[in-house]
């Protein structure tokens, strides 16, 4: 059993782990952590409003846990990308994260994370919903730069194995201190000259390091120094 949540919920479908986690905590004001994986799931829901698409070749879950005082939805958000990226590495694939927390292998984007906070009862939790591209051989037309596990390496990879693999990696982030250092590493564009709107307008940054919620500090072309959130920039990773 994982460390992070004592009861696993399955479904064959479902319209949304995050959806149905949220759901549960409000309309029964449980105070577990629960972890919900669906098969299939018809309204997956991305970040900024947007669809995900999956299917039963992917894999797409949701988790929760109850935030303290020393963890907030950023330090979840940065664990689960971490999480992800090492994970894909254990299969040989070295992806980066390109802030905040999407997952990409060179210029494709291969997981995505969704968090959420909700209070109940004067409790607040963070839900994490996760989709990875596992053995998907295509994806419909509208997606352009998505790949898969399967589109990366060839053969097909048990979903179960990803799953608790996923969930090892966190427990073992989670008893280290260091994820600020460890997320930076992967971050696209850590003290590396890359393009990106900022407010709209198009600059070439470097990425200096971000703090405990989640604000960047970046360095532009002119050598100034600007500390920004995630919703006035917007990297191009293609
Ligand atoms: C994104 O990159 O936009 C975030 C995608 C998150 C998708 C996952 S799939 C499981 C969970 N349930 C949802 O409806 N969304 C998340």
């Known amino acids: 059993m994982h460390k992070i949540a004592n ?12 959806d ?37 070749d992917s894999l797409t879950f949701s988790f929760s846990i109850e935030l303290k005082l020393n963890m907030n939805s950023w330090h979840l958000s940065m664990t689960v990308s971490l999480a992800l990226v090492r994970l894909l590495s254990d299969y040989n694939i070295q992806a ?8 990409f292998f060179k210029k494709n984007k291969i997981a995505g994370i969704l968090t959420e906070v909700i209070s109940v009862q004067n409790r607040k939790y963070c839900i994490v919903g996760i989709g990875l591209n596992v053995n998907n051989k295509s994806f419909p037309v509208s997606l352009s730069n998505v790949t898969s596990i399967k589109k990366i390496l060839s053969v097909s990879i048990n979903k179960d194995s990803l799953f608790s693999g ?4 966190v427990d073992l982030i989670m008893n280290h201190n260091n994820l600020i250092n460890d997320y930076v ?10 393009p990106c709107l900022y407010r709209g307008s198009f600059l070439r940054i470097k990425i200096l ?12 072309e002119n050598s100034s120094i600007k500390t920004v959130r995630y919703e006035n920039i917007h990297f191009l990773i293609n």
């Open 7 to 18: 009861k696993i919920i399955f479904f064959e479908s479902l319209n949304s782990t995050n």
């Open 20 to 56: 149905y986690l949220i759901s549960l905590y409000k309309e029964l004001n449980l105070r577990n952590n629960f972890i919900v994986i669906a098969d299939r799931q018809h309204k997956g829901r991305g970040r900024r409003k947007k669809k995900w698409f999956s299917n039963e």
């Open 96 to 103: 980066v994260i390109k802030y905040p927390n999407d997952i």
């Open 166 to 169: 996923f969930f090892k990696h």
């Open 185 to 194: 590493t992967y971050l696209y564009g850590f003290k590396k000259l890359i």
């Open 209 to 220: 390091s971000v703090d405990n919620n989640g604000f960047l500090q970046i360095l532009t």
